[in-house]
């Protein structure tokens, strides 16, 4: 063998033990100080560590804040229902004490109405005349038939239910043309029949011009002749009366509920079942 690999192997065996001792050495604790292969360690994967730190605090974050957010829109949704009735009670409560004579009947009537209240939400509008008709997110499974009062959150008259299906309903409002709702003024109780002209604005129609009823500023409410409508609801404020020709007044009366701000309504009992 030549003398060459001999000291080859030998070369070879010293590098090894030398490396064992350097490699044993650096592991060695100085003084309680972390040795320099776990200060090695340590800064190659910090920066990893930091980082899967921040990454699993921002989730946590999100997730969070997250579910915070749900908290409050459920809670939102909640008040806006119970604003929603309260701002309906309070309209029907008042209403009622015009057409009640006792206390115990006005509980009465209102605990029904309350009981049998259905909230919806507009999902559409007549393509062709907004002021025409509206698409609710109720039908006959929550319990909505044809011919029921609706009103907006104020407890203003916006329409009738026509033509409902299982899961939807239309609703034509009374500013339809081919509506017709009996009101009577309420300063001076003279009745007369609302109609529609697929306009902002209706028309009251039928009040005699020699009549001294029907003035600007006066107030609308139902009368529930046409057993549709319960007797009571706010319908509008008359703010025009035209010279006319004809025996009866051109008076316009502008609707109390503001179509631009419609969103939920209410579904009231039909009129017979209101009276059971």
């Excluded at 029907?92 to 029904?112: I, M």
């Excluded at 409902?164 to 300063?187: F, G, K, R």
């Excluded at 609302?194 to 604005?201: E, F, H, I, P, Y």
Aim: aromatic content about 10%; overall charge positive.
């Amino acid at each position: 063998m030549p003398l060459w690999e001999k000291r080859r192997s030998f070369v070879v065996l010293i590098l090894l033990v030398s490396f064992h001792l350097i490699l044993i050495s650096v592991q060695v604790p100085l003084a309680g100080e972390k040795t320099f292969f776990e200060k090695s360690v340590f800064f190659l994967f910090s920066p990893v560590q930091k980082a899967v730190v921040f990454a699993v605090r921002g989730i946590g974050s999100v997730w969070s804040n997250y579910l915070d957010l749900r908290a409050v829109r459920g809670e939102n949704q909640r008040l806006r229902r119970e604003l929603f009735f309260l701002n309906q009670e309070k309209r029907y409560l008042a209403d009622s004490l015009q057409f009640f004579r006792s206390a115990a009947q006005v509980r009465d009537s209102l605990a029904r109405f309350r009981d049998s209240i259905i909230p919806a939400r507009i999902i559409g509008a007549d393509a062709a005349n907004i002021y025409r008709s509206v698409i609710l997110d109720r039908g006959g499974l929550a319990g909505v038939t044809k011919d029921m009062a609706v009103c907006d959150r104020f407890g203003n008259l916006v329409g009738r239910t026509i033509d409902p299906s299982a899961t939807e309903c239309m609703v034509q409002l009374i500013t339809d043309q081919e509506s017709s709702v009996s009101v009577i003024v309420e300063a001076d109780r003279t009745v007369g029949l609302l109609g529609g002209r697929s306009q902002a604005l209706c028309s009251l129609k039928y009040v005699l011009a020699s009549a001294p009823g029907g003035k600007e500023g006066d107030e609308l409410v139902t009368t529930g002749f046409d057993q549709i409508y319960p007797a009571g609801i706010r319908v509008g404020r008359i703010v025009s009366v035209q010279p006319s020709t004809s025996i009866f007044k051109a008076i316009l009366v502008k609707p109390y509920f503001n179509f631009s701000a419609l969103e939920a309504v209410g579904i009231l009992p039909a009129v017979s079942e209101d009276r059971k």
